[in-house]
């Protein structure tokens, strides 16, 4: 990716504020500073289905969309996609399971396979 490539993408993002869930902290990390780095001011990361659940019925922190990682601690974390769903908030599975991992329903949401690159996230998020 050349700078010039660098400087599109962080302008795909620019102004979007996005939520990041995801149990690794490691890879958390690195998602916000790949966001943060695409331009993107980053909500999170929140590590848990419980602890995702509680901030959406909180709904202080606005953002609108999010990067949902699909196993987090062994639970998988559809109930947090239909609470997106239901506020009408797009967001991009993150899963090192592919396609076959997603029950037959979430199929049609966007989806980037671990470990996925910085360009496919980016272009992800930006098409929701």
């Given amino acids: 990716m050349t700078m010039s490539d660098l400087g599109a993408e962080t302008a795909r993002l620019a102004g979007r504020r996005i939520l990041v869930v995801e149990d690794d902290y490691l890879v958390g990390l690195i998602l916000v500073d790949l966001l943060e780095d695409a331009g993107a001011e980053v909500v999170g990361p929140i590590g848990s289905v419980e602890e995702a659940i509680a901030f959406l019925k909180d709904g202080v922190q606005a953002f609108d969309s999010a990067v949902l990682d699909v196993n987090l601690h062994g639970r998988k974390s559809y109930p ?6 239901a506020r009408s908030v797009g967001f991009v599975f993150a899963t090192g399971y592919g396609g076959a991992g997603l029950e037959d329903r979430y199929q049609r949401h966007p989806r ?3 470990p996925f690159t910085h360009a496919a996230l980016v272009t992800a998020l930006a098409g929701l």
């Avoid at 947090?80 to 769903?85: F, R, S, V």
């Fill in 80 to 85: 947090i996609a239909d609470a997106l769903t």
């Fill in 112 to 114: 980037c396979e671990k």
